[in-house]
Each structure stands twice: as C-alpha cells, then as structure tokens.
C-alpha cells in the first residue's frame, strides 16, 4: 500500500487577511481602515469590519490535509497587530507554529515572503521526504519558491483569494484554489449603508439560528473535500473517515454515542448517505447538501 502523502503548509498569514478584507469589504480597504484598526481595533465600528472579514483557519488547514499528513504548518506575521492577535487561538488549536516577523517601517512590508522561501527551501532539504508544499498566499513573489519546489520533485498546491491572485502565482503551482471556494468559505452579503438605520429602513435584527453541530459540520466538509479530490459521488466510506482523522485528530466515533462510524454517519443523514450493498461501502452527500 502506498504511504501517506506528507505535506508542509505555509501561510503568508498578513496576506490573505489583508486579501480577505479587500473581498469582503471592497478593493483597497484596508489600507483605507488600517490606521484606525492599528490606533482602536476594537471600536465597534472597526471590530465589525474585521469580524465581517474573518478568515476561516480551520477551512484551510482542512483543505491542506485533504491532500495528506500535515508534517508542519507556519504561519507568518506581526503577531502583535491587532487584526493578526485575534486568530493565535484558533491557529494555536490547530497545532499552527507562528512565526514573528515585525515591519522595518510602519507601513513597510514585513518580510514573510523571504522567511517564508527561505524556511520552506531549507524544510525540503531537511525532510526529504515531504511530498506536497501549500503555499497560501496571492503575491507574485512566491513565484521562485514554487517553480523551485517543483523542481526538487514537490507537488505545490497555492491557495488564495480571488481577485489579490498574481496569475503568475497560480500558473507556477501544480494545483491552485481559491480560498473563496474552499468549503464552508462564504462571501458575505454586502454591507448596508450607514445611513439605513437612521432613515429607518434598516432590516430587523434576524432571529438567532440554532447552533450547528460541530462533529455534522466537521463530516460535510471532509466529503466535500474527498469528492474534489476523487471527483467522483459515492467514495470510500474508509478514506472519508482517515481524512476526517487528519483533520481533527481528536475526532473518534464512540465519544459521541456511536459503534462504529457508519453508524456515525448514519445519524447525520441530512448531511450524508450510505451505500452498503457491496463489501465496500461507500458514502457520498445527501442529495441538497453536493
């Protein structure tokens, strides 16, 4: 049986948050609201632009171990800025080395694409045994680092926002994907104007949905990344589960009530349904949910 791919994960963590803003919020604006995010990020008005704006973490640490075992993962920024301080949480959780970088000048670039070349060339060579290298990130400087690592016989896999994408980018890599197409990556609705509220047509205040179940969520996302993959409906009910497993190693079956995971599977129907008419059972999404 073939060995599981291993793969590296870099992210040029200051672009895709400033790339994002840009996508939810309109070209150039964050070097629009960046002084006021740096001098009071949590006035109600900045918090929520930047809460509009929030990256998915989990959505593109899933999409990396769709393609194997995550051997390491880094993330490059200013730490210490506001508008990055609010994910080290989540990226902590996720088993994510931060990589403190800090600007020579206010507002000069901070030097994450050549640490981030520099570390990934050196990982190469340190682990030879690495198979694929994701690369998130939209700036054309990372074009030599991909070409490079294809050279040294590494799958590249790019990952970006739509629209902040060098093309050149996405052209050196072997496979590139917008993070705007990742699953469960939605763009939000545009924003109202100010104003709404004050000439009294500003909508009500929508009713509270219920709260998602995490372990359903965690499912559809890893069938849907299977089935990009395989590009095929019904797959193998096994691979789905050792993905599901590499995205959230914490995951079993039985601590969530379940026998086995077909059973698991069996009990979020509206997310999934099984075929177990041969030795091999399959899976695929619920018809509404592909």
């Not at 002084?35 to 900045?46: D, F, G, L, R, T």
């Not at 690592?149 to 790019?158: F, S, T």
């Given at each position: ?83 990055n301080a609010i994910y ?43 198979t694929h290298v994701v ?156």
């Open positions: 049986m073939a060995e599981t791919p291993r793969v590296a994960v870099y992210l040029d963590f200051d672009n895709i948050v400033m790339s994002w803003y840009d996508r939810v919020h309109g070209r150039n604006s964050y070097a629009r609201d960046r002084q006021k995010i740096v001098e009071n990020a949590s006035e109600p008005e900045v918090a929520a632009r930047l809460a509009a704006a929030m990256i998915d973490v989990g959505a593109i640490i899933d999409y990396a171990a769709s393609f194997g075992t995550l051997v390491l993962t880094r993330a490059y920024a200013d730490w210490s800025s506001p508008v080290r949480s989540q990226l902590v959780a996720r088993a994510v080395d931060l990589v403190q970088l800090f600007p020579a000048a206010a507002y000069a670039k901070n030097g994450a694409d050549i640490r981030l070349a520099v570390d990934a060339v050196e990982d190469m060579f340190r682990l030879p045994d690495l690369i998130v990130a939209g700036d054309s400087d990372y074009v030599p680092l991909a070409q490079r690592c294809k050279r040294l016989g590494r799958v590249v896999v790019g990952v970006g926002v739509a629209g902040s994408t060098a093309k050149s980018l996405a052209a050196a890599c072997d496979q590139f994907d917008s993070y705007d197409s990742l699953p469960g990556i939605t763009l939000p609705e545009p924003e109202k104007k100010a104003d709404a509220a004050a000439s009294g047509t500003a909508p009500r205040a929508r009713r509270r949905k219920p709260e998602a179940d995490p372990s359903a969520e965690l499912l559809e996302r890893a069938l849907k990344l299977e089935q990009v993959r395989t590009d095929e409906e019904w797959m193998h009910l096994s691979a789905v589960k050792n993905l599901l497993k590499r995205m959230d190693p914490s995951f079993t079956e039985k601590s969530l009530g379940h026998r086995s995971f077909s059973d698991f599977v069996k009990a979020h129907s509206a997310v999934a349904e099984l075929d177990e008419s041969t030795n091999i059972v399959r899976v695929r999404l619920a018809p509404g949910r592909a």
